[in-house]
């Protein structure tokens, strides 16, 4: 989860995270502000509030890299009111230019979004062989989409939901 509030400029961030998911949120917070335009959000706001980062379930050590997107979007949700449906996942790592890596531990994130209600998952291009591997059984119920870069997930999750 993300907030933002007047400040100078900070970045927070909570909930044991290790070194790599550390590197994912910075990486997140300089895609964002580059990609500010297309975003719609206000570069100043931006560039002033501090941004408090806090992943969930503080004693549960966080890390690994297949954040980046869920990151980005939690960012961009905050600066813009908007609330992401929490009937979606994503998974994927994030470079500074917006394309999306492929991610490991893909079956345990599929039975973790069974388990929690999910019923669409965005998912690395690249990992497209993996959920073919998976039993039916795990895929029934679930809606995979397949991105290469992140204005995929943008203009599904914010833009064609814009007033």
């Known amino acids: 989860e993300v907030s933002h509030y007047k400040g100078k400029g900070g970045v927070n961030m909570t909930g044991s995270l290790g070194n790599v998911m550390i590197e994912s949120a910075k990486i997140a917070i300089g895609y964002v502000k580059t990609n500010y335009k297309e975003f719609g ?19 549960i050590p966080k890390d690994g890299p297949s954040a980046g997107v869920t990151l980005v979007s939690a960012i961009i949700s905050s600066f813009l009111n908007k609330k992401v449906d929490n009937k979606i ?36 291009q690249k990992n497209k062989s993996d959920i073919d591997e998976l039993a039916e059984e795990l895929k029934e119920g679930l809606q995979f989409i397949y991105v290469d870069e992140y204005f995929d997930i943008y203009n599904m999750v914010f833009k064609n939901d814009r007033k």
């Not at 959000?41 to 503080?58: S, T």
């Open 41 to 59: 959000l206000d570069i100043k706001q931006l560039n002033e509030d501090d941004i408090h980062i806090n992943c969930v379930h503080a004693a």
């Open 89 to 124: 996942g994503m998974t994927g790592e994030i470079t500074l230019n917006g394309n999306i890596l492929a991610i490991g531990g893909l079956r345990e994130k599929v039975i973790g979004s069974k388990r929690a209600g999910i019923k669409k998952i965005f998912v690395p």
